[in-house]
């Protein structure tokens, strides 16, 4: 969950816009109103850049000046410090893919002909491309045999989404474009495929620009995310726990939500999280043993661990009665397990609907390591504010509206 | 027609299915030359509309007055020019096909989804490129129905072109009303109204052929 920016593997472009205005129409002079106002940011290599905001914001308006869809009416758009105004239209398209709702695939192509449109116009020969139709297809979790002959027609939409990830990933470019590729498809299916996006992402390392109008998908899959409001000023630009932690203005604070405490939770992983000794017994030790344990530490219940350090469960000390030595039949509550990777939303969740309110955190191997109280939780989210940086600081500061804007 | 005459005389029909057989091939010929002209010519026209959208006013306001000359009176405005011949029911044929073809492959192209075009756009299409492999291909439904009805029309039109002795199942319908003899006109009149129906199957069937994808898509 918990990801540092950049990365993956390099072999994508850096973006940069440098002063970007976008005025629409044929009164484009400096006093019609902006879709695109003065914009600067700039996307490192191999990073996921979410372009975020209300409808009519011109994300993606910003977007589409990358490719030039659309041409700036001032300032430049860099593709690794070369102005894309000075390349050759067609050349650039091709070095940058493009991924839209709904796919924007070729009702009248299979499968196959749809995922090779760009090798086949760069002229590659047939076998490579075939062969790269079938990696492809693979990468993006499409049976080859099965789905290539099929037609857009026949696929459902998140068979069609993930043929449109295929398409744009061809000719393997250093950029791609997604304009809210997912918006069309059902909640748990959007969730599989930003997962299998960040998961492609990781392995190919290429610079993404994302647009979403969904705050929760910008907080999951951006490295950083530019925050956009109307009349197409950026609000922010930060990483989502900064933008979380230190929103730059009350309409950023607005946009991300009330509940951006809770948001935060799920970039953070329990090992951040501070852990507090439980009491603890273990199986074959006598009950008497762990009773006046038990008594003297004050506590309602102990953590029964098994011959290998694993937590088996919670035991009262109405299950100490006995004389005998514990078992793991004594147990009487299920523990709350998290493991180390876990986000703290998950393991909040986890330890709320558990009998004892304390998460019992393992290590990649089961063994535990330590308990988690919600005091820790929180403990955990005021240290997950990063610290100040003064330049980035500085920076988002000059991005945001002048005082006294909405 | 002589009364009590039975309206339809087989014994005539079996002495003249050579005869039939030549007009019914003349009647084919006339229709597939006028419809394969008339693609021609709309494609290249509605690509110069596609191109310039400006034109599609002029040349499809000139391709409706065409439409609407009665067939009689265009034939009998070309004959002093063209005199009887086969350019001169080609013109008449060929112009009757104009409207359809031309609005059915502009219309096809305008109806091409914007996501779509603007993803071949987005990934390097030149503009050519755009037309030829994803326009037109995917305005071949709306294509193919226009041409549908174009032939019908035309095979329904060429009856006439006997009148300016260019053959045809005309000729039959013809014969048959100089000499009030019913025989003739019918054979010459349902053989029209079959071959209108054979060919407008024949393009159903090479539609499904040309666009497999077309059952799928909404």
């Not at chain 1, 976008?22 to 484009?28: E, L, N």
């Not at chain 1, 409808?55 to 993606?60: D, I, L």
């Not at chain 1, 990468?139 to 939409?157: D, T």
């Not at chain 1, 951006?260 to 507090?276: E, F, I, N, T």
Request: glycine share 10%; proline share 7%.
């Amino acid at each position: 969950m918990a990801r540092g920016p950049g990365q993956a593997a390099g072999h994508g472009a850096a973006v940069e816009f440098e002063r970007v205005t976008k005025r629409f129409g044929r009164d484009a002079g400096p006093g019609a109103p902006a879709a695109v106002h003065d914009l600067s940011l700039r996307v490192p290599p191999g990073e996921i850049c979410v372009l975020v905001g209300p409808s009519g914001c011109g994300k993606t308006t910003s977007l589409r000046m990358v490719n030039r869809l659309v041409e700036p009416t001032e300032g430049r758009v860099l593709l690794d410090g070369q102005d894309v105004a000075q390349m050759e239209v067609t050349a650039l398209r091709r070095r940058i893919g493009y991924v839209i709702q709904q796919g924007g695939l070729f009702p009248h192509q299979t499968v196959a002909q749809n995922v090779a449109t760009v090798p086949r116009l760069l002229g590659w020969p047939e076998a490579r491309i075939r062969e790269r139709v079938d990696q492809l297809l693979t990468l993006v979790g499409l049976e080859p045999a099965r789905m290539r002959a099929r037609y857009p027609g026949q696929l459902s939409g998140g068979e069609r989404q993930r043929v449109g990830v295929a398409r744009a990933m061809a000719a393997e470019p250093p950029v791609m474009l997604m304009d809210e590729p997912f918006g069309a498809v059902d909640p748990i299916v959007r969730e599989r495929l930003q997962d299998e996006l960040l998961r492609l992402h990781q392995a190919l390392g290429t610079t993404i620009l994302f647009v979403t109008h969904d705050i929760d998908e910008a907080i999951k899959l951006g490295d950083r995310v530019a925050v956009l409001q109307e009349g197409g000023r950026l609000a922010q630009y930060a990483p989502p726990l900064e933008l979380l932690a230190r929103p730059a203005n009350e309409f950023v604070a607005r946009f991300v939500g009330a509940d951006r405490s809770l948001k935060r939770l799920a970039l953070v992983a329990v090992a951040d999280a501070p852990l507090a000794d439980l009491p603890i017994a273990r199986v074959g030790e006598p009950a008497s043993a762990a009773r006046a344990r038990l008594a003297a530490t004050g506590a309602a219940q102990l953590l029964l661990l098994d011959v290998a350090d694993r937590p088996l469960g919670w035991l009262p000390a109405a299950a100490l009665a006995s004389d005998g030595t514990l078992a793991a039949e004594d147990v009487r509550a299920v523990a709350a397990v998290l493991p180390p990777e876990l986000a703290l939303r998950d393991a909040l969740a986890r330890v709320l609907e558990s009998a004892v309110p304390t998460g019992v955190v393992v290590d990649t191997a089961g063994r535990y390591r330590g308990g988690l109280t919600l005091d820790a939780i929180a403990a955990a989210l005021r240290a997950a504010a990063p610290p100040l940086d003064p330049s980035g600081e500085a920076a988002a500061r000059d991005a945001a509206v002048p005082a006294g804007a909405p | 027609m002589t009364p009590g005459e039975p309206l339809i005389r087989w014994d005539w029909v079996l002495s003249h299915l050579g005869d039939v057989g030549q007009r019914l091939g003349e009647h084919l010929l006339l229709t597939g030359l006028a419809v394969g002209i008339g693609c021609l010519l709309s494609l290249v026209l509605a690509v110069q509309i596609i191109r310039r959208p400006r034109l599609y006013g002029p040349i499809l306001g000139a391709a409706g007055v065409l439409y609407t000359i009665p067939s009689l009176a265009l034939f009998a405005l070309l004959v002093p020019i063209t005199g009887l011949s086969l350019l001169t029911a080609q013109i008449g044929l060929v112009s009757y096909t104009l409207l359809f073809l031309i609005r059915n492959a502009v219309d096809g192209v305008r109806y091409v989804p914007a996501d779509v075009r603007e993803a071949a756009i987005a990934m390097g299409y030149t503009p050519r490129q755009l037309l030829w492999r994803v326009e037109l291909p995917l305005a071949l439904p709306v294509i193919i129905a226009g041409i549908r009805v174009a032939t019908v029309s035309t095979i329904g039109l060429t009856t006439v072109t006997a009148l300016i002795g260019q053959g045809g199942l005309g000729y039959f319908i013809l014969e048959g009303l100089q000499r009030f003899f019913s025989t003739p006109l019918i054979v010459g009149a349902v053989l029209s109204v079959a071959l209108a129906v054979l060919a407008d199957g024949a393009l159903v069937l090479v539609q499904r052929w040309a666009t497999p994808w077309a059952r799928w898509s909404a």
